[in-house]
């Protein structure tokens, strides 16, 4: 026994120097990893220095280089604001030059054109003077003297025409007038005749004085409204009589507009659209169509048919508004006292239809003591709102 106790102590012994020998060495690792760390930590310190220094320096290096930069993006500026400049300079000497020469071309045709229009002034100013003198000629003789025979009526006046009134109006005035001259006496009578803006129209024809037709078609088309035609059909087609336009109103623009619109027309024809278009437009059918029965010849005849239809119309609905609105004042009345009585009797009957409904759904018992009604129906079991009849009139009106 005491061997095996001191074989034991001197295990034990053992390993406590073991473990004292391996603690020795961990302190001397330890140490030695401190160490090596100090030693690290300071070359890395070096190491941080060292590149600040350089980031210093690159820093440094930048700056200049910034500097070097600005200077050169200002000298470039410089420069190229000095060339914009002197390029700019150029081009306003350039264009003035060149407007300088325009406004000299320009004058120059100004000056030609008021010599070629002088030139036509004058050569106007002799014709018309020529023409006057021939008008006066014709005014006091009654003849021109032309080649070949003379046919022209001796001290006939002929109208005169600016441009204000009516061309159609004016041709046929002029050709009453002229119906037996040449076509040589007509233009030229017609030249003489002219006034005003009406002479600018001789500009556009070199051959006026000779060609009747010719001038007429020019001043047809200036001051003439055969181009119009077509524009006033159309609107006489969808015309139709306005709510505060009276008959006689109505009527008068109705002719007015058909005369425009077939200015060549006969006269019956003429009469015959306007009856035609004055019924089709009426704003009253069957003002219309007793208008239309009757088939008037003129429109003088169907505007005073119209106008006692219109009338008799007038005085007929005045003794029955009184009647209509007395019967639409009881029957309002009537509506507003009954409105509010059956909006009343239908939410009172909602209500008792979904009292009953709860109480079906929480008291069956009591439910069966009293039976439900549909009153609709009238069959038990049941209540309107979920009837599968649908409503009759007698049952709606009991339930009203």
Same mark, same amino acid.
């Given at each position: 026994?005491?061997?095996?106790?001191?074989?034991? #102590?001197?295990?034990?012994?053992?390993?406590?120097?073991?473990?004292?020998?391996?603690?020795?060495?961990?302190?001397?690792?330890?140490?030695?990893?401190?160490?090596?760390?100090?030693?690290?930590?300071?070359?890395?310190?070096?190491?941080?220095?060292?590149?600040?220094?350089?980031?210093?320096?690159?820093?440094?290096?930048?700056?200049?280089? &910034?500097?070097?930069?600005?200077?050169?993006?200002?000298?470039?500026?410089?420069?190229?604001?000095?060339? #914009?400049?002197?390029?700019?300079?150029?081009?306003?000497?350039?264009?003035?030059?060149?407007?300088?020469?325009?406004?000299?071309?320009?004058?120059?045709?100004?000056?030609?054109?008021?010599?070629?229009?002088?030139?036509?002034?004058?050569? #106007?100013?002799?014709?018309?003077?020529?023409?006057?003198?021939?008008?006066?000629?014709?005014?006091?003789?009654?003849?021109?003297?032309?080649?070949?025979?003379?046919?022209?009526?001796?001290?006939?006046?002929?109208?005169?025409?600016?441009?204000?009134?009516?061309?159609?109006?004016?041709?046929?005035?002029?050709?009453?007038?002229?119906?037996?001259?040449?076509?040589?006496?007509?233009?030229?009578?017609?030249?003489?005749?002219?006034?005003?803006?009406?002479?600018?129209?001789?500009?556009?024809?070199?051959?006026?004085?000779?060609?009747? @037709?010719?001038?007429?078609?020019?001043?047809?088309?200036?001051?003439?409204?055969?181009?119009?035609?077509?524009?006033?059909? @159309? &609107?006489?087609?969808?015309?139709?009589?306005?709510?505060?336009?009276?008959?006689?109103?109505?009527?008068?623009?109705?002719?007015?507009?058909?005369?425009?619109?077939?200015?060549? @027309?006969?006269?019956?024809?003429?009469?015959?659209?306007?009856?035609?278009?004055?019924?089709?437009?009426?704003?009253?059918?069957?003002?219309?169509?007793?208008?239309?029965?009757?088939?008037?010849?003129?429109?003088?005849?169907?505007?005073?048919?119209?106008?006692?239809?219109?009338?008799?119309?007038?005085?007929?609905?005045?003794?029955?508004?009184?009647?209509?609105?007395?019967?639409?004042?009881?029957?309002?009345?009537?509506?507003?006292? &009954?409105?509010?009585?059956?909006?009343?009797?239908?939410?009172?009957?909602?209500?008792?239809?979904?009292?009953?409904?709860?109480?079906?759904?929480?008291?069956?018992?009591?439910?069966?003591?009293?039976?439900?009604?549909?009153?609709?129906?009238?069959?038990?079991?049941?209540?309107?709102?979920?009837?599968?009849?649908?409503?009759?009139?007698?049952?709606?009106?009991?339930?009203?």
């Amino acid at each position: 026994m005491e061997d095996s106790m001191k074989q034991l #102590m001197e295990m034990l012994s053992a390993m406590k120097e073991d473990i004292k020998r391996s603690q020795e060495e961990t302190k001397e690792d330890i140490k030695r990893g401190q160490e090596e760390m100090e030693e690290d930590m300071k070359r890395g310190q070096e190491e941080m220095k060292a590149s600040q220094e350089e980031m210093k320096a690159s820093q440094e290096e930048v700056k200049v280089s &910034q500097e070097e930069m600005k200077e050169d993006i200002k000298a470039s500026q410089e420069k190229l604001l000095q060339e #914009m400049k002197t390029a700019m300079e150029e081009n306003n000497t350039k264009l003035e030059t060149k407007l300088n020469e325009f406004e000299q071309v320009v004058e120059e045709e100004i000056n030609l054109v008021k010599d070629d229009v002088k030139a036509v002034k004058e050569e #106007m100013n002799k014709k018309i003077e020529d023409l006057e003198t021939k008008f006066a000629q014709l005014s006091t003789t009654g003849v021109i003297k032309t080649e070949g025979t003379v046919t022209t009526p001796s001290k006939v006046k002929v109208p005169t025409f600016d441009g204000k009134v009516s061309w159609n109006t004016y041709l046929r005035q002029f050709e009453a007038v002229v119906r037996n001259w040449r076509e040589e006496d007509k233009a030229t009578s017609l030249i003489a005749a002219l006034r005003g803006e009406a002479l600018e129209v001789l500009r556009t024809i070199p051959e006026a004085s000779t060609n009747y @037709a010719m001038l007429t078609s020019a001043l047809e088309r200036r001051y003439g409204d055969a181009h119009l035609q077509h524009v006033y059909q @159309a &609107q006489l087609r969808s015309r139709r009589q306005r709510f505060e336009e009276t008959l006689q109103q109505y009527e008068a623009d109705i002719s007015r507009m058909v005369n425009l619109a077939y200015p060549t @027309a006969p006269a019956e024809v003429i009469e015959q659209l306007s009856v035609s278009s004055f019924i089709e437009g009426l704003r009253d059918p069957e003002i219309g169509q007793l208008v239309r029965l009757a088939r008037h010849k003129t429109i003088s005849e169907a505007l005073a048919q119209a106008l006692e239809i219109e009338a008799a119309k007038q005085a007929s609905r005045g003794t029955s508004k009184i009647r209509q609105v007395k019967t639409y004042q009881y029957q309002d009345r009537e509506r507003k006292v &009954q409105r509010p009585c059956k909006n009343l009797v239908d939410s009172i009957k909602d209500v008792l239809e979904k009292f009953t409904d709860g109480q079906n759904s929480e008291d069956s018992t009591t439910n069966r003591r009293r039976p439900i009604r549909c009153w609709t129906c009238g069959v038990e079991g049941h209540v309107r709102s979920r009837c599968p009849q649908p409503p009759t009139e007698q049952n709606q009106g009991n339930a009203n």
